[in-house]
């Protein structure tokens, strides 16, 4: 099965900050098929982007995603303290579908 | 509105059962794959299993195989994951979550039921 390795396991900004969230496979992502989630406490998680850089329906365009092969990110480009949430990244190319661990993003 | 509702959770003792449902609505549930998923404490999200459309197609994570069964039921809009031989490590909230089409994985989710595996 692919693992999917994600850094830091915490990041703590500031508002208006950029945020940088690394995503990295064991092996080499089927045709794109990696995605963002991002859940807070006592929540379901909530999709943000899918096959790599698609934000979902009604996601806000300061999240953007990126990357190919083993090495994926997601970029939240101002931060607001609304973003502060657990972001895990999945794959969904191969079975089976597999996530990261999950970054921690706080607002300070 | 699409809503998804999980329930069956519980407390419940190592080699024991427990049958989760998950009542769905705002969409036409025969036409989805859907996928159970699992998160237990201080741990990342797990993939659990998953329904093809019509019920015919299972599939499930290593660690579950032979222990859950997943089914649904088209005509009264319910998915339901079956859960015996229970052990400790099964401890975990449960979503259930909607495969919207290939390319886009799990865009809808339920807020999950807490499953308990303790003596």
């Known amino acids: 099965e692919i693992v999917l390795t994600q850094s830091p396991g915490t990041l703590s900004l500031s508002p208006g900050e950029r945020a940088t969230l690394s995503c990295r496979a064991s092996q080499s992502i089927t045709n794109i098929y990696l995605a963002w989630y991002q859940q807070k406490p006592g929540q379901a998680p909530r999709l943000l982007i899918y096959g790599t850089s698609t934000r979902a329906t009604g996601i806000p365009d300061r999240f953007s995603g990126s990357g190919s092969g083993t090495d994926f990110t997601l970029t939240i480009s101002r931060l607001e303290p609304e973003d502060s949430a657990v972001y895990s990244c999945q794959q969904y190319g191969s079975s089976p579908w597999t996530f990261g661990q999950g970054t921690k993003v706080e607002i300070k | 509105e699409v809503q998804l509702v999980e329930s069956g959770g519980g407390l419940v003792q190592p080699g024991g059962s427990l049958r989760l449902s998950c009542a769905v609505s705002?969409?036409?549930?025969?036409?989805?794959?859907m996928h159970w998923v699992r998160k237990a404490p201080g741990k990342g999200l797990v993939w659990v299993s998953r329904?093809?459309?019509?019920?015919?197609?299972?599939s499930y994570a290593d660690s579950v195989k032979g222990r859950f069964t997943m089914s649904r039921d088209n005509a009264k809009n319910t998915l339901h994951l079956q859960m015996s031989s229970l052990r400790d490590e099964d401890t975990a909230v449960y979503y259930c979550a909607r495969h919207a089409q290939q390319l886009i994985p799990l865009d809808y989710w339920g807020q999950g039921t807490q499953v308990t595996v303790s003596s």
């Open positions: 705002g969409f036409t549930f025969s036409s989805y794959w």
């Open positions: 329904i093809n459309s019509d019920g015919t197609s299972t």
